[in-house]
């Protein structure tokens, strides 16, 4: 009665469909894992280091810090003489421009012939020396550079740079050189900037040349850290020395990753680490929950929070966001145990976890706590059919956090003041967020086709529209469904099987007789109008109540586990009453059974065959003379038997022993609903 073929035939088709599903999920899930190597540790000096035990994982140079590197460059730098080259010409072509314009104009302005030697002879002196432009000029002042070489002839010459000429100081100095012979005022008349234009040439190759010789012996480090030393562990406060080891350790990290060989090495082993585990996964659905690849909503689901979990920590952790420990994954097994089963639920959560871990540095830690909160969570939160569950299992999982941190600083701290507080804080944000688990079941329903027992529980509501609605219209069918929502909810506790949703599903499994109440006996008041129909009409308005329900289970929205009540409550049996009645009458005539059949199908799950057996046992105890315990058991034996004869549960993953349950069960509760009598013993003559 397996519902499951264990004779299906390899596919190919199957095959490239699950291949699919794991190249995406490893693609997706390794595009976004952190690529280039973050140094992800936030610490300051005089701090306490919040972080577990650090050791180096490779040799590094400690680098000196940087006011140290710019104060021991620059006592190197201090003899740094940069290159410049003084152009002879210039002197000559602003000495021949001067003296063309003192024929054509200056012999005007100044006295005599003396003043144009005067500027000659200054003019002379000023490009001997050399003058800068004021970008040279402004750049040596900067630098602190007190002399320069000029190349002459492959000869480099030290001179001063106060010894130098700016633009502005060489037409100061014409101006004041000799005031007592030449009058300034006069001086100033004659443009002297028009001769005055930078003779010295910054020479950049020969001047950076020097540069790096001077720095080449500069050592960057000022010792080494050996791969497996210890740098620092929880609790220690970090100094100077620890600080600086740490930027180095930072620094040397994201220097490595920035090699394409690094990053290529970095995505393949990612990808292999994600590719195990999700094989892992897909291997533990192919062995013992095979049905959940043809089930979309189980699947897409079950991928989803594969994916969707560890891009989440991935991008905290690329960005730096808070801290990981505010991710609710406690949701992850909540919500696949409500949809599908708590043994699913326990390898989602521990695959997802290790899909998480590896976005960070050292998650040993990590791992713990969080397989530590998601048994919490399975153990806490089996049913959630109120909301104050789920407030319980958020406390519960905020308690086991904080009790397993604790104990972690137990083993690994010998002053619990080390302990960071801070952590407890993060609990509780987590705790918290876990609520909203509830709203979000409430989307996943309607974007993945599950119903959860929050719904059924919701449905179940005898003063919800429909029902109230269904007990005015069809008070008789009403307090049928009530009765057989008890009888089959009892039964699908004695056998393992989901109370709630059998429960809900026998309320609402009739509620086609609506459409047409008067036709059936438990809505009939002495009156039966199937007396004026044929035989086949009255079959055909018996069976319509199927089709009916589903177009009120459509027009209400109800969830399409419902509506499979709906259609395989008679599966594809007959109308007995009718079809035996017609035979009866027409003995000589082949008769089309096809008339007188339910649309079916046939129960495809415990719960739906639960519910056939009790919609037949209570429909039929009704129509008893007496209600005593040899009628009532061997009603039930007679019915439930011949549903079994009939192949009605041959799709339906029910078992003989399952049904013997059921059948001992209805007994007993009729006998109870029906207040039955000891049969007294007769006297014996």
């Not at 028009?194 to 020479?203: E, Q």
């Not at 950049?204 to 050996?226: C, D, M, P």
């Not at 791969?227 to 490595?256: C, F």
Request: hydrophobic letters at 40%.
């Amino acid at each position: 009665m397996n519902s499951f073929s264990t004779n299906k035939r390899f596919s190919y088709k199957d095959l490239l469909f699950k291949v699919l599903i794991f190249v995406v999920t490893v693609s997706v899930i390794v595009y976004f894992l952190p690529k280039e190597g973050k140094f992800n540790y936030e610490f300051d000096v005089d701090k306490p280091w919040k972080y577990g035990l650090l050791q180096a994982s490779f040799d590094f140079p400690i680098y000196k810090n940087d006011q140290q590197v710019q104060k021991e460059q620059d006592s190197i730098l201090a003899s740094y003489q940069p290159y410049y080259h003084l152009e002879k010409e210039t002197g000559k072509t602003m000495l021949a421009k001067l003296r063309e314009d003192y024929n054509k104009t200056l012999r005007g302005i100044v006295p005599g012939t003396d003043y144009l030697r005067y500027l000659e002879k200054s003019l002379e002196k000023i490009y001997e020396r050399g003058i800068l432009s004021g970008a040279d000029a402004e750049k040596l002042t900067e630098d602190s550079l007190h002399s320069i070489l000029l190349v002459d002839k492959n000869l480099g010459i030290s001179r001063p740079v106060d010894q130098l000429f700016t633009i502005k100081g060489a037409y100061e100095y014409l101006l004041n050189a000799d005031t007592s012979a030449y009058r300034k005022r006069i001086l100033q008349q004659c443009n002297l900037n028009n001769y005055i234009t930078p003779n010295l040439i910054y020479d950049k190759e020969k001047s950076e040349t020097a540069q790096k010789e001077l720095l080449s012996n500069f050592s960057w480090a000022n010792g080494y850290v050996l791969n497996g030393q210890k740098i620092i562990d929880r609790g220690e406060i970090v100094n100077e020395k620890t600080y600086n080891i740490l930027e180095s350790l930072r620094r040397e990290w994201e220097k490595r990753s920035e090699s394409t060989k690094e990053i290529r090495l970095t995505i393949t082993g990612q990808a292999l680490f994600v590719g195990i585990f999700v094989l892992f996964f897909m291997a533990y659905l192919e062995l013992f929950r095979k049905q959940y690849y043809g089930h979309k909503g189980a699947l897409t689901l079950l991928f989803a929070l594969m994916v969707f979990f560890p891009i989440v920590l991935a991008v905290m952790v690329e960005q730096n966001l808070s801290n990981v420990y505010i991710i609710p994954l406690a949701m992850i097994p909540i919500i696949v145990g409500i949809f599908l089963d708590s043994r699913t639920a326990f390898v989602a959560h521990v695959v997802i976890i290790m899909l998480c871990s590896i976005s960070l540095r050292y998650p040993y830690e990590f791992i713990i706590l969080q397989i530590g909160a998601g048994l919490t969570a399975i153990y806490s939160l089996r049913e959630l059919s109120q909301r104050s569950q789920l407030f319980r299992t958020a406390f519960l999982v905020f308690i086991c956090y904080a009790l397993l941190y604790f104990a972690f600083g137990l083993i690994h701290e010998d002053d619990l003041t080390k302990l960071d507080t801070r952590m407890y804080i993060y609990f509780g944000i987590n705790g918290v967020l876990l609520l909203f688990a509830y709203p979000f079941l409430f989307a996943l329903e309607k974007i993945f086709g599950f119903t959860s027992n929050v719904t059924l529980v919701e449905l179940s509501n005898i003063n919800n529209s429909l029902l109230r609605e269904m007990s005015e219209v069809a008070p008789g069918t009403f307090q049928h469904s009530l009765q057989m929502a008890n009888l089959a909810a009892e039964a699908a506790n004695k056998i393992g099987a989901n109370s709630q949703l059998v429960r809900t599903g026998a309320l609402y499994h009739d509620i086609g007789k609506m459409v047409n109440p008067v036709f059936f006996t438990e809505n009939q008041s002495g009156v039966n109008p199937h007396k004026s129909l044929s035989y086949e009409q009255s079959a055909q308005l018996i069976i319509n109540h199927v089709t009916d329900g589903i177009k009120l289970a459509e027009k209400y929205n109800l969830p399409k586990v419902i509506k499979d009540f709906i259609l395989t409550h008679h599966g594809l049996g007959v109308t007995k009453y009718f079809y035996i009645s017609y035979k009866n009458e027409h003995p000589d005539e082949e008769v089309d059974i096809e008339k007188f059949r339910y649309p079916g199908p046939n129960p495809f799950t415990k719960e739906q065959a639960i519910l056939m057996m009790a919609d037949s046992v209570e429909a039929a105890s009704r129509s008893l003379p007496e209600y005593t315990e040899e009628s009532i058991g061997t009603l039930v034996d007679k019915i439930i038997d011949a549903q079994v004869a009939e192949g009605y549960f041959k799709e339906c993953p029910i078992t003989f022993k399952d049904i013997a349950s059921v059948k001992a069960l209805f007994k007993e509760k009729l006998k109870t609903m029906y207040h039955t009598r000891i049969t007294y013993p007769e006297l014996k003559k």
